[in-house]
T-cell receptor, first 114, second 113 residues
Framework: QKEVEQNSGPLSVPEGAIASLNCTYSDRGSQSFFWYRQYSGKSPELIMSIYSNGDKEDGRFTAQLNKASQYVSLLIRDSQPSDSATYLCAVNGGSAGANSKLTFGKGITLSVRP | DTGVSQDPRHKITKRGQNVTFRCDPISEHNRLYWYRQTLGQGPEFLTYFQNEAQLEKSRLLSDRFSAERPKGSFSTLEIQRTEQGDSAMYLC???????????FGPGTRLTVL
């Protein structure tokens, strides 16, 4: 089982729609969960972090965490063409500690159609 | 610019040569991480420093790879006797004391011919 798994893509949504990106992780002791956005040829940019069960909202982005189901998701409301990118789910903590390495999923590519 | 910086941004080398990359973290960030990313994959952890101490090194990392952070500020990553399989984007990230977020630099793209 992969440590961090993101559902297969690519994902295509029309402009203005809600994009839903999902991620599951295997280490039940994981403590911190992050979403990074990566444009083609660029480095990952942190867009959301979440540590507790529930929802966390920041502008058009909402991160959702369910530790019992080992599931974390990112919702992008009112999707814009500029949101077209690869979104990486990353997890750390667990046995390695809160300041440890990030373990990434493969990413999912989002395309927002004008 | 107060973000993480990396140098060089691109490096082309021939198989068997040694290469060295530099990372300057965000000022006063005490933790520094190196990752490697290949096409279609998420970044893969290589090593991690807290101040000048190297606290963790990936088991996947061969002994051709070495990293230093001698004064707890900038860090270097050296790859000896490069192989074509070393071709990747090498990413550096830093993190401040008391926070868990990691902030990435622009990366160094290595091509081994």
């Amino acid at each position: 089982q992969k440590e961090v798994e993101q559902n297969s893509g690519p994902l295509s949504v029309p402009e203005g729609a809600i994009a839903s990106l999902n991620c599951t992780y295997s280490d039940r002791g994981s403590q911190s969960f992050f979403w990074y956005r990566q444009y083609s040829g660029k480095s990952p940019e942190l867009i959301m972090s979440i540590y507790s069960n529930g929802d966390k909202e920041d502008g058009r982005f909402t991160a959702q965490l369910n530790k019992a189901s080992q599931y974390v998701s990112l919702l992008i409301r009112d999707s814009q063409p500029s949101d077209s990118a690869t979104y990486l789910c990353a997890v750390n903590g667990g046995s390695a500690g809160a300041n440890s390495k990030l373990t990434f999923g493969k990413g999912i590519t989002l395309s927002v159609r004008p | 610019d107060t973000g993480v910086s990396q140098d060089p941004r691109h490096k082309i080398t021939k198989r068997g040569q040694n290469v060295t990359f530099r990372c300057d973290p965000i000022s006063e960030h005490n933790r520094l991480y190196w990752y490697r990313q290949t096409l279609g994959q998420g970044p893969e952890f290589l090593t991690y420093f807290q101040n000048e101490a190297q606290l963790e090194k990936s088991r996947l990392l061969s002994d051709r790879f070495s990293a230093e952070r001698p004064k707890g500020s900038f860090s270097t990553l050296e790859i000896q006797r490069t192989e074509q399989g070393d071709s990747a984007m090498y990413l550096c990230a830093s993190s401040p004391r008391g926070l868990r977020e990691q902030f990435f630099g622009p990366g160094t793209r290595l091509t081994v011919l």
